[in-house]
């Protein structure tokens, strides 16, 4: 079974920083694709920033320019770092992973979401 834990979510005003992390653990063989989704209230889920195995990045454009994904692979971890905040950005950001697991000796694939972490920027 594999869990994924956020923390780093919190209250700031606008212009500010803040910096996600989620990390897995379980039984992994490898990952693939990682990436931070947000929903607000009254709206659908949204992709923030992806990144590949490899590295290569995509960002939503609301933010480009303002966040910042990373991965170290070594601990499973995957990182959003957030600048120059502003009140639109007030969600519930999820972590998302694909992967690579034992499950009872057998080789499964999952696609696998974070609690969701809240963020909220004051104007």
């Known amino acids: 079974q594999v869990q994924l834990v956020e923390s780093g979510g919190g209250l700031v005003q606008t212009g500010g920083s803040l910096r996600l992390s989620c990390a897995a653990s379980?039984?992994?063989?490898?990952?693939?694709?990682m990436g931070w989704y947000r929903q607000a209230p009254g709206k659908q889920r949204e992709l923030v920033a992806s990144?590949?195995?490899?590295?290569?990045?995509n960002y939503g454009d609301s933010v480009k320019g303002r966040f910042t994904i990373s991965r170290d692979n070594s601990k499973n971890t995957v990182y959003l770092q957030m600048n120059s905040l502003l009140p639109d950005d007030t969600a519930v950001y999820y972590c998302?992973?694909?992967?690579?697991?034992?499950?009872?000796?057998?080789?499964?694939?999952?696609?696998?979401w974070g609690p969701g972490t809240q963020v909220t920027v004051s104007s």
């Open positions: 998302n992973v694909d992967l690579l697991f034992y499950n009872r000796g057998y080789r499964s694939r999952d696609n696998c």
């Open positions: 379980g039984r992994i063989i490898s990952i693939n694709g």
């Open positions: 990144i590949t195995s490899a590295g290569s990045t």
